[in-house]
């Protein structure tokens, strides 16, 4: 049962096509995991839909239609959607890591935390993370907004628990230290626009190795 | 849209053609495109919408808001370069043969939706097609509040949870 959902403005963001390319990344992760989240972001569209419709219409050339039809070779419309792929992740993640949960090409970050960064545009950065139950990310604030999406297991902060699903977000008014529940290793899909400020020593020395 | 989906209907993709090509074209300029980039582009969409057309699902979407989509990706692909991450489908897909009912208040519900922004204050209404122009920043974006969403949403909601009892 999700209980933390993305922001109206998210969503907004999302449906306008305004969010970095990280952020859409993870707003379309949550919304494969969430009919809630996937009703209304199809609202938001609706809205985008009215958008168009009233927009004074330009003229297109008088030869565009059949240059249309050329572009489409004679090609008859597909009948149906092909059939998603089942997989452990959500099927956009699956495209950025270029395969499943086994195919995540990890690195050890230190204290038994593993990260994986995400090939996306520059203005914000997406990275999983694997956190082996009980341990804690170190205490840190936010410069700018940081997304967490729990893919597994758990975590908890002092604002709340998140489990299998939950988007927590987090912005400058926040430093906390997320730590994974007991039980399982917690995955998660983190996405920030700006690096994260670590409070102690050691984390700091860390941070350019980390890349957040 | 569903005789071009059916029965790749020539006739009647001419007319959706007729409608929103000009749109697309408009909203592309609007975003930010030449006039011949966003001729261009929008012959790119509504190539999309023919071959694409067996996915629309009149119960969750109408014609203007799936074409919208479209639009969107493509402004994104030509004018940032960037990719677009999309939510996974849903895997029953659209029903072989849609609810009536369903489209029809869904239709209903999107000329209501259409109503209520067209009867906005113009700034506020000027705020909401700038950033589905991809004008405004993510800041600006999160101070944009009380969209008419109410009844459209519920209904979207409503045809989601009819998929999912297909499924039990
Ligand atoms: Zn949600
Ligand atoms: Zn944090």
Same mark, same amino acid.
């Given at each position: 049962? =999700? ?30 995991? @969430?009919?809630? @989240? ?42 149906? !959607? ?22 995540? %090409? ?15 545009? !520059? ?87 980390? !890349?957040? | ?28 300029? !609007? ?9 261009? @582009? ?33 402004? =994104? ?5 960037? %990719? ?70 519920? %209904? =979207? ?6 998929? %999912?009892?297909?499924?039990?």
């Amino acid at each position: 049962m =999700i209980r933390h959902h993305l922001s109206d403005s998210l969503l907004t963001g999302y449906s306008t096509g305004s969010l970095p390319e990280a952020f859409s990344l993870l707003v379309a992760t949550h919304v494969s995991l @969430c009919d809630e @989240c996937r009703a209304r972001l199809e609202a938001q569209d609706a809205v985008g839909g009215a958008v168009l419709e009233s927009c004074e219409a330009v003229a297109m050339s008088d030869s565009s239609f059949a240059a249309t039809l050329a572009l489409l070779g004679g090609a008859t419309p597909e009948r149906e !959607k092909p059939a998603p792929s089942a997989g452990v992740f959500p099927a956009p993640l699956r495209e950025y890591i270029g395969g499943d949960a086994g195919s995540v %090409r990890w690195r050890p970050v230190g204290g038994g935390v593993r990260q994986a960064i995400l090939p996306t545009a !520059k203005g914000a950065s997406a990275r999983l993370l694997y956190i082996p139950a009980g341990t804690a990310v170190p205490d840190h604030g936010h410069t700018g907004t940081e997304l967490t999406l729990v893919l597994s297991g758990a975590f908890d902060d002092a604002t709340d628990h998140f489990g299998p699903g939950d988007v927590e977000i987090a912005d400058e008014d926040l430093e906390h230290t997320p730590v994974a529940a007991p039980g399982e290793p917690c995955i998660c899909l983190a996405v920030t626009d700006a690096p994260l400020r670590f409070n102690g020593l050691i984390p700091r020395l860390l941070q350019p190795f980390l !890349k957040i | 849209m569903l005789a071009v989906a059916r029965n790749a209907d020539q006739q009647a993709f001419a007319s959706l053609f007729a409608r929103f090509a000009p749109r697309v074209k408009a909203f592309l300029i !609007k975003s930010g495109a030449t006039p011949t980039l966003a001729e261009d @582009c929008a012959q790119d969409v509504m190539a999309t919408v023919w071959r694409k057309a067996g996915q629309f699902d009149p119960t969750r979407a109408s014609v203007a808001t799936w074409i919208f989509t479209i639009a969107r990706n493509r402004r =994104i692909d030509i004018l940032r370069r960037d %990719r677009r991450p999309e939510p996974q489908d849903l895997p029953w897909g659209p029903e072989p043969e849609p609810d009536q009912l369903d489209a029809m208040v869904l239709q209903q519900d999107t000329e209501r939706l259409s109503a209520a922004l067209a009867a906005l204050p113009d700034n506020q209404r000027a705020l909401i097609e700038r950033a589905y122009f991809g004008d405004l920043s993510h800041g600006e974006i999160a101070r944009i509040t009380g969209l008419p969403l109410g009844t459209i949403k519920s %209904r =979207i909601r409503l045809a989601l949870e009819k998929l %999912r009892q297909t499924m039990t």
